[in-house]
């Protein structure tokens, strides 16, 4: 499966955005999705993730009641709602796909581009 990270951009505090991933491939709906970022001189964090249904979601604890993961299967796209960002909520935002559902980004076999958000105070 491929992936297509899209929707970031530069905001101010409070606003909202919305990160779409794409999904190529005749099995795209089976997989389920991971968001995770990155920004500089931090590791890798995990976001969210939504299960291939979209029954099942996990939110790390700095996003809870923020920002909230989707999918459409029709579309092959999962979406990832962010509201009241903050400045440490810049990062670049990947996508990731695997059959199994997890917060470990090393479980992840599939990953896209990126996608930076950028969040002024």
């Known amino acids: 499966v491929q992936l297509q990270a899209s929707g970031g951009g530069l905001v101010q505090a409070g606003d909202s955005l919305r990160l779409s991933c794409a999904a190529s491939g005749r099995t795209a709906s089976s997989y389920a999705v991971g968001w995770f970022r990155h920004s500089p001189g931090k590791e890798r964090e995990f976001v969210t993730a939504?299960?291939?249904?979209?029954?099942?979601?996990y939110y790390a604890d700095s996003v809870k009641g923020r920002f909230t993961i989707s999918r459409d299967n029709a579309r092959n796209t999962v979406y990832l709602q962010m509201n009241s960002l903050k400045p440490e909520d810049t990062a670049v935002y990947y996508c990731a796909a695997d059959f199994t559902l997890s917060v470990v980004a090393t479980d992840y076999d599939y990953w896209g581009q990126g996608t930076l958000v950028t969040v002024s105070s």
């Open positions: 939504i299960n291939w249904s979209g029954d099942s979601t």
